[in-house]
């Protein structure tokens, strides 16, 4: 039989993870799951229910609805990936703003969260071929992931990214409110207790602030080679 790898992909906020990650998913017909997408969709859900704010986070009434909160993906034959349901609502645009982006990272802190959903990321790799990217894959989720990557780029090359994404999008934002959401999202991700944003020692390090889609297309591919060969 075929070998299947899991791969994991972890880095800073638009470190073009996501990008790479739907690539590499669809030339080794393997999965793709946006875990950071998992996190949005938890935060939205909070967000609807006053459970959190600018200036507040009601963990405990969070906590005591988690089993309110169904996340589920659904494959988009003409987008080429999976979209995130919440509740059976698509929910992919929704958790896309800037809004979202400013709170996800406080909810990301409570282990309560983590928990659960690292449990249904167990379930999605459990038969390996699956890409999955976020903050703690190579670290927490696969700890034994036969490839791993860690991207790395400037935060002013990934706000730079992530502004011009949201402009596309219609949002009315500015690059320095973009910037400051990176910088503030870098800090509590790799400050919180319950498993920080870290590289995993055997992680492959890709600074790509000067390296095009291609060029680290190129040599993922390669290492994957390698691996399956
Ligand atoms: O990948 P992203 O920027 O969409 O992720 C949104 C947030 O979710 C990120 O700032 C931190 C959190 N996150 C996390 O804590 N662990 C993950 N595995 C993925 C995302």
């Given at each position: 039989?075929?070998?299947?790898?899991?791969?994991?992909?972890?880095?800073?906020?638009?470190?073009?993870?996501s990008?790479?990650?739907?690539?590499?998913?669809?030339?080794?017909?393997?999965?793709?799951?946006?875990?950071?997408?998992?996190?949005?969709?938890?935060?939205?859900?909070?967000?609807?229910?006053?459970?959190?704010?600018?200036?507040?986070?009601?963990?405990?009434?969070?906590?005591?609805?988690?089993?309110?909160?169904?996340?589920?993906?659904?494959?988009?034959?003409?987008?080429?990936?999976?979209?995130?349901?919440?509740?059976?609502?698509?929910?992919?645009?929704?958790?896309?703003?800037?809004?979202?982006?400013?709170?996800?990272?406080?909810?990301?802190?409570?282990?309560?969260?983590?928990?659960?959903?690292?449990?249904?990321?167990?379930?999605?790799?459990?038969?390996?071929?699956?890409?999955?990217?976020?903050?703690?894959?190579?670290?927490?989720?696969?700890?034994?992931?036969e490839?791993?990557?860690?991207?790395?780029a400037?935060?002013?090359?990934?706000?730079?990214?992530?502004?011009?994404?949201?402009?596309?999008?219609?949002?009315?934002?500015?690059?320095?409110?973009?910037?400051?959401?990176?910088?503030?999202?870098?800090?509590?991700?790799?400050n919180?207790?319950?498993s920080?944003?870290?590289?995993?020692?055997?992680?492959?390090?890709?600074?790509?602030?000067?390296?095009?889609?291609?060029?680290?297309?190129?040599?993922?591919?390669?290492?994957?080679?390698?691996i399956?060969?």
């Amino acid at each position: 039989m075929e070998k299947k790898i899991t791969i994991a992909i972890d880095g800073f906020s638009s470190t073009g993870k996501s990008t790479i990650a739907k690539l590499l998913a669809k030339e080794y017909n393997y999965v793709y799951v946006d875990t950071g997408a998992m996190y949005r969709a938890v935060t939205l859900y909070a967000f609807q229910n006053n459970f959190v704010g600018t200036s507040f986070l009601a963990k405990d009434k969070l906590i005591e609805h988690l089993d309110d909160i169904d996340l589920d993906f659904q494959y988009d034959e003409k987008k080429g990936f999976a979209e995130i349901y919440l509740n059976g609502e698509n929910v992919e645009q929704q958790i896309r703003t800037l809004e979202i982006s400013n709170l996800v990272s406080k909810v990301a802190t409570i282990s309560e969260v983590r928990r659960k959903l690292v449990i249904e990321q167990h379930k999605m790799g459990a038969k390996g071929g699956i890409v999955m990217d976020g903050r703690d894959i190579g670290t927490v989720v696969f700890p034994n992931a036969e490839l791993k990557l860690y991207m790395t780029a400037s935060a002013e090359t990934r706000a730079q990214r992530r502004y011009k994404e949201l402009i596309d999008k219609g949002e009315k934002v500015t690059y320095d409110e973009v910037l400051q959401n990176v910088n503030s999202r870098d800090e509590m991700d790799s400050n919180r207790k319950d498993s920080p944003l870290v590289k995993a020692d055997d992680a492959i390090e890709f600074d790509n602030s000067d390296m095009s889609i291609e060029e680290q297309f190129k040599s993922i591919c390669d290492l994957i080679n390698n691996i399956l060969s």
